[in-house]
């Protein structure tokens, strides 16, 4: 299992990053939208407030998050 905790302090836990993204998205009220207009809105605030590009696949979303430092990831046994 997957574990991202964000710097609010919010923990989602899934089995893959798609799960995860899904997740954030759900806490975030988007659980209508797909996962790719959660990241694209996500991707669009992160560009206005802090001037970085952030890419909107499952993967590469979380890896962005990761090295900006608006989470961190580990794995569960």
């Not at 207009?37 to 890896?63: P, S």
Request: net charge positive.
């Amino acid at each position: 299992m997957i574990r991202v905790v964000t710097l609010s302090g919010e923990h989602f836990v899934g089995g893959n990053r798609v799960r995860i993204v899904q997740q954030m998205r759900d806490a975030a009220w988007m659980w209508g939208d797909k996962k790719k207009v959660y990241m694209e809105a996500v991707a669009t605030r992160v560009l206005d407030q802090r001037g970085i590009a952030i890419r909107t696949t499952a993967n590469e979303f979380i890896d962005d998050l990761i090295r900006i430092g608006y989470v961190k990831e580990s794995k569960d046994d």
